[in-house]
């Protein structure tokens, strides 16, 4: 400081009296202690010649640099101690951070989900469209002109578009000469003069020709809306099996339904139903208790036995119903089990039992086929393997299957609400090939489908939902 003032003193007296602008200076220098300069104007020296350091104005511009920099890195999180930014406002800059990127993630998935559906309803325009285009190009035929009542229709010179048979019921007797009662529609019956009637008619809507054979088997041609009965109780009831016996033995008749709800470790009760009003209302008539517990959704009812696959196991039982107890018991060979070859929907369903017109079922996978679905025909006495088939299609990817007269389906999807069935195979010839028959999921989770030759009908377990459908059949 004395050094200072000294240099100040010498200053001044170069200046002379008459210089009385001498300015006193303080700043912090760059370790942040204060110091004082004093400034003396040359009395000769019109500009300086720059020097190495700046001067103090240069010095003081560099230190407030510095200190803004140190605040700029504390406001970032570059330095976390300090009197600028306490750790309350470092928690609160963090959480502010993490929210933000939680919104974003939110963000980003309802972008997602709305591209899917902006999708979902492009393809279907496209089809409305090609639908549209379609109905279009169809041929639109001429009506046939109409023929007084007086007229037989037989000397008139009409002829009937289509099968004659199919509108025989609509015009029966109507070539007799002279029998006009045989119309007896009222819009008919005229009076006065024949040479002009204004006629009304009504346009109903005759069904084609069946190809069903009623009396016989015949190949899938299509299959019924889903029809509801009641929604399980409880979530046990989210996966099951329900089941008539086509081949009923008494005590118990062919109405009787039975139910199990297979959610659970060990899925041992069995529920009966007097019909199916006793089963919509809810109310068994009888509840059994099988000896050994039952895996997945693939038993069956055949001749009063259920027959079902053993947990954790490839065995096979009969379970009669009559004496309450284990009738049989066998292995089913090389089969798969415990989740090895399930369907797509997973559950455990390795194993599945069915009837048909023809006998007991069982659809499964082995090591051997890598997979493919096998089906072969049982001894519904014993469960002896009578004879198997390979299939071409992989279990895993399918929904589920079933047989008719036969022939084994397969169904695409059990979440879909409008899949198919994709794929048919004939025991008769050893063939298959893909199919696609409009199939509903109506609840979106179908996890058992079995066909019962006594009803021609599907029952099905949709979700909580035990459901059926119609099926048609064709000739043989």
């Known amino acids: 400081m004395w050094l200072l003032l000294n240099v100040c003193v010498f ?12 300015t006193l200076w303080r700043g912090n220098d760059r370790s942040g202690h204060c110091q004082y300069t004093f400034t003396v104007p040359s009395p000769s020296e019109t500009s300086c010649p720059p020097t190495a350091s700046g001067g103090p104005e ?3 511009l560099k230190t407030r640099l510095s200190l803004l920099e140190v605040l700029v890195a504390r406001l970032t999180g570059g330095e976390t101690k300090g009197p600028g930014l306490g750790a309350g406002s470092q928690a609160g800059l963090q959480e502010a951070l993490t929210q933000a990127m939680g919104e974003r993630s939110l963000l980003q998935g309802e972008k997602e989900h709305l591209e899917r559906d902006v999708e979902g309803l492009q393809r279907r325009v496209e089809e409305m469209r090609r639908e549209t285009e379609r109905l279009k190009s169809r041929p639109c035929y001429p009506q046939p002109p109409l023929v ?22 609509l015009v029966s007797s109507a070539g007799r000469q002279g029998d006009t009662g045989s119309l007896r529609d009222p819009s008919w019956q005229y009076g006065g003069n024949a040479g002009f009637q204004e006629l009304k008619a009504e346009v109903t809507e005759v069904p084609a020709p069946s190809t069903e054979d009623s009396t016989g088997c015949g190949e899938l041609i299509s299959i019924g809306e889903p029809v509801s009965h009641r929604k399980a109780d409880s979530i046990a009831g ?14 118990y008749g062919g109405k009787m339904v039975w139910r199990i709800d297979t959610v659970g470790s060990e899925v041992r009760q069995l529920f009966g139903y007097e019909d199916m009003d006793q089963l919509s209302k809810g109310y068994p008539s009888k509840v059994l208790l099988l000896p050994e517990p039952v895996e997945s959704t693939g038993a069956t009812l055949y001749r009063g036995s259920l027959y079902y696959q053993r947990r954790r196991s490839r065995t096979l039982l009969r379970y009669d119903l ?12 090389h089969a798969g089990f415990h989740g090895q070859f399930p369907y797509s929907w997973g559950g455990y369903t390795d194993v599945d039992l069915g009837v048909d017109e023809q006998g007991l ?4 996978s082995t090591n051997k086929a890598k997979g493919a679905i ?15 088939w390979e299939t071409s299609i992989r279990k895993n990817s399918v929904a589920n299957a079933f047989v008719i007269c036969g022939r084994l389906y397969t169904v695409a999807s059990y979440t879909a609400p409008n899949t198919t069935i994709n794929f048919m195979f004939d025991t008769a010839t050893g063939q298959g090939k893909e199919v696609a028959l409009p199939f509903r999921n109506k609840y979106r989770y179908n996890s058992m489908v079995d066909y019962n030759p006594a009803q021609r009908k599907l029952h099905a377990w949709d979700n909580f939902h035990i459901v059926s459908y119609n099926v048609r059949l064709g000739h043989q």
Not at 14 to 19: A, K, L, S, T, V
Not at 149 to 168: C, F, H, I, M, T
Not at 322 to 333: G, N, Q, Y
Request: glycine residues 8%.
């Open 238 to 251: 989210k996966y099951g099996v329900w089941m008539q016996d086509p081949e009923a033995v008494a005590p």
């Open 148 to 169: 007084p009542p007086s007229v037989p229709l037989q000397d008139s010179g009409l002829r009937l578009a289509g099968d004659a048979g199919v509108l025989s019921h």
């Open 11 to 22: 200053c001044l007296l170069q200046c002379g009296e008459g210089q009385d602008r001498a």
């Open 322 to 333: 009559v004496s309450e107890s284990i009738a049989a018991r066998r292995d089913l060979p």
């Open 361 to 364: 079922w069982a659809i499964y």
């Open 374 to 388: 096998v089906v072969s025909q049982l001894d519904p006495h014993n469960l002896a393997v009578k004879r198997s």
């Open 58 to 60: 240069m010095e003081g």
